[in-house]
């Protein structure tokens, strides 16, 4: 059984319902998103975070903006209203691609029901919470797929790094990266795993070694600046990370930090693996150089839940990603199949093949 990180409750004039990551470890709470105003500041504030988390709660803020529309609206102006509301929550993070790719899906289908003769505004909200539950459903079906595709990466008896969260907090199964080592502890074979911390936010303390404990994964936590050494005492089988975005040759937006274990396993010889979905790829960028990185707030380097860590007015460098260069890739895998060594042709190829389910 996962976590179930986001819900949508009731029908189409339900709520959003999801785990507030900002409080875990220490407390589990319920955060009901009404409007999409409330959804806006639970992804900016990263209540909810995780690429395909972020996807699938944008495609329910849809939902939420249809519940606001007129009832005497017709097509043409139920749907200025999602589009601008789309507009609106894309606006909320710049770098998991996710989020506009759910928005987008969503916007279509709604368009195509706006543009019918028969035009009700109940049929317009259901049209919209139906997409929204299948950008759900098909994350779930992505993130097992990935687990199964994964899981002979992870060696009986070894030793997996992983750095930030993209486990089920991050998904709406039971998600990317870390799904391969769920598969694994089922298939009862032994590995451990050290969750880097991921400075400045402790995405890997707070919420990675939480969610591995509630499985029964052995999990030790590191800092940031201990996955080197842990490599050059051989003590690292394999790194397995997620994403945000990876661009049309491979190269790959994740929290900031993976490259520079990127580098770190290619100088030990550590391979290093990238688990995502066909929704987080961008192929209409060409490289990583067109990805926009997410600079956030300095306080978040500088103070920790309101202790202060760093003199008053210090000078702060806080991007919340980094690119990791396609060439650093042992291989991404994807719930169609795993992308060796990839490259344009190689990602094309593979992400052309149909789903399996
Ligand atoms: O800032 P966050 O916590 O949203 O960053 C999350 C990550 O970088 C994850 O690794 C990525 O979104 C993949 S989640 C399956």
């Not at 209203?81 to 993070?93: M, V």
């Not at 969750?195 to 591995?212: C, H, K, N, S, Y």
Request: aromatic residues 6%.
């Amino acid at each position: 059984m996962f976590i179930e990180t986001v819900k949508w409750v009731g029908g189409i004039d339900g709520h959003l319902e999801m785990i507030d990551q900002r409080l875990l470890p220490s407390r589990f709470e319920l955060l009901a998103c009404r409007d999409t105003e409330a959804l806006f500041e639970a992804i900016r504030t990263l209540a909810i975070r995780g690429a395909p988390a972020i996807g699938v709660a944008a495609a329910y803020g849809l939902c939420l903006a249809a519940r606001a529309i007129p009832q005497d609206a017709d097509g043409a102006r139920a749907m200025i209203r999602i589009t601008q509301q789309a507009d609106y929550l894309a606006s909320s993070r710049p770098t998991a691609v996710n989020l506009f790719w759910a928005l987008d899906r969503v916007r279509r289908s709604a368009h195509a029901y706006a543009t019918l003769k028969g035009f009700t505004l109940e049929g317009f909200r259901e049209t919209i919470l139906t997409q929204a539950h299948a950008i759900a459903d098909e994350d779930k079906q992505m993130c097992l797929q990935i687990g199964r595709f994964g899981e002979p990466l992870v060696p009986d008896g070894g030793t997996i790094l992983t750095h930030c969260n993209a486990g089920a907090l991050a998904t709406a199964g039971q998600g990317t990266a870390l799904s391969p080592l769920y598969e694994a502890h089922r298939k009862s074979k032994r590995f451990s795993v050290f969750a880097d911390e991921t400075r400045p936010l402790l995405q890997g303390a707070r919420l990675t070694a939480w969610e591995l404990q509630q499985a029964g994964i052995e999990t030790t936590v590191i800092c940031d600046t201990m996955a080197a050494w842990l490599m050059k005492q051989g003590r690292i089988d394999a790194v397995i990370v997620g994403a945000d975005r990876i661009a049309a040759n491979g190269d790959t937006a994740n929290k900031i930090g993976t490259y520079g274990l990127s580098v770190l396993a290619a100088a030990h010889g550590v391979p290093f693996y990238v688990a995502a979905p066909s929704s987080t790829f961008d192929l209409s960028i060409p490289d990583g150089s067109r990805i926009v990185i997410e600079q956030r707030n300095g306080e978040e380097v500088t103070t920790f839940r309101g202790i202060r860590l760093a003199p008053e007015d210090v000078g702060v460098y806080n991007p919340a990603f980094d690119v990791t260069d396609a060439s650093r890739i042992t291989a991404i895998i994807t719930e169609r199949g795993v992308i060796e060594r990839p490259t344009k042709e190689t990602i094309a190829e593979v992400l052309s093949r149909v789903r399996r389910s």
